[in-house]
């Protein structure tokens, strides 16, 4: 039951959150071998200005070990 979480800047439309939305669980549904009804996606808007403090510190910083793609710019 993968469950997948996409914080990113606000702007975006539903038509792209949706769109987005689909592929990647078409993805991880074929790339872990689940069925595509066991996976769910949420898409939350975060403003720039909030990014460091609602998903660098908290999200992040803390998992830098645990993420298998790492962002290429930082925070500090």
């Known amino acids: ?3 997948i979480e996409i914080q990113c800047f606000s702007g975006r439309t539903e038509e792209q ?4 939305a689909e592929r990647i669980a078409d993805v991880v549904a074929e790339t872990l071998g689940c069925k595509m009804s066991s996976v ?3 898409i939350t808007d975060v403003p720039e200005e909030e990014w460091k ?3 660098w510190d908290k999200h992040i910083a803390p998992e830098l070990d645990n993420l298998y793609k790492k962002p290429g710019y930082t925070c500090e």
């Open 53 to 55: 403090a609602k998903v």
């Open 40 to 42: 769910s996606v949420a």
């Open 1 to 3: 039951m993968p469950h």
């Open 17 to 20: 959150k949706k769109k987005c």
